[in-house]
């Protein structure tokens, strides 16, 4: 089982819809979680970190459930300028500033 | 400030020649990483560095080697390519791992 599970999409949502994406993972004592934002063809980038109460930046919105172990991302009012790969990352605890990424989500906005 | 750069961009081998891809950053931080990125696979940790001087396997380190003389620059060699090698190699760097800072990225295709 992979430590980082997520549907790679790929997820096609017209402009201005809400998008969901749900990840999991495998290790209960994993401390850290974020989003990364993968653009086509570059690197990816730090969207935001994922809290435990809960987090909003603008239109995006991270969620945690511990129980559960699934991190969600909430993206409401789509843009175009939305379209890229989701990737939910958790830090390991294995030391060494590690992180485990998942294979990424695919969001296509369309006009 | 560049960031995290990389050298080459791109990059063409014949099966068992060697190459060394350069990684260097210009924030002073302690921590590099190397990852591969194929389709469907995510991001996976080649090798990583938690100082200068310092070097140690990640989860798919095997016809690697990396060295790390410098803080600044963190080097990835293949000695003997293999088209399995074939992917994109991302390098990153980070003080405290919550933000890794990405290369942008060297594409290798190996024949």
Known sequence: RKEVEQDPGPFNVPEGATVAFNCTYSNSASQSFFWYRQDCRKEPKLLMSVYSSGNEDGRFTAQLNRASQYISLLIRDSKLSDSATYLCVVKSIQGAQKLVFGQGTRLTINP | ?111
């Open chain 2, 1 to 111: 400030n560049a960031g995290v750069t990389q050298t080459p961009k791109f990059r063409v081998l014949k099966t068992g020649q060697s190459m060394t891809l350069l990684c260097a950053q210009d924030m002073n931080h302690e921590y590099m990483y190397w990852y591969r990125q194929d389709p469907g696979m995510g991001l996976r940790l080649i090798h990583y560095s938690v100082g200068e001087g310092t070097t140690a396997k990640g989860e798919v380190p095997d016809g690697y080697n990396v060295s790390r003389l410098k803080k600044q620059n963190f080097l990835l060699g293949l000695e003997s390519a293999a088209p399995s090698q074939t992917s994109v190699y991302f390098c990153a760097s980070t003080q405290d791992s919550y933000t890794q800072y990405f290369g942008p990225g060297t594409r290798l295709t190996v024949l």
